[in-house]
């Protein structure tokens, strides 16, 4: 796995829960993420995926590129838990939630 986000560079940790039903949102990153599931079930939406959709469970590590739009849901019965690193360039968000700055030079 290579990870490449051009410098100055954020970054930054956070644990992530999500209660069963709960989503990330549509969004993209002007860096990249890299997370690991510490329990539960993600259904990743996303364009690079065969088919659009991934399904990662617990232990599985997750990449999330740069620019493309993509959404994250507990689609499971118990909570999820991520462990994410974002590697974003400086004076970016993690999360761009404004989507016609996606794919734009992110």
Do not use: I
Not at 9 to 31: D, I, M, S, W, Y
């Amino acid at each position: 796995m290579n990870v490449t986000v051009p410098g100055p560079v954020q970054v930054n940790f956070r644990e992530l829960v999500f209660p069963p039903g709960a989503a990330t949102g549509k969004h993209c990153h002007h860096g990249q993420l890299v997370a690991v599931v510490k329990s539960g079930t993600l259904t990743h939406y996303a364009p690079v995926y065969p088919g659009g959709v991934h399904v990662y469970r617990t232990g599985d590590s997750v990449v999330e590129g740069t620019g493309y739009v993509h959404e994250g849901r507990n689609e499971g019965s118990t909570p999820l838990v991520l462990w994410a690193t974002y590697m974003t360039p400086q004076g970016k968000p993690l999360a761009e939630t404004d989507l016609s700055k996606c794919g734009q030079g992110s």
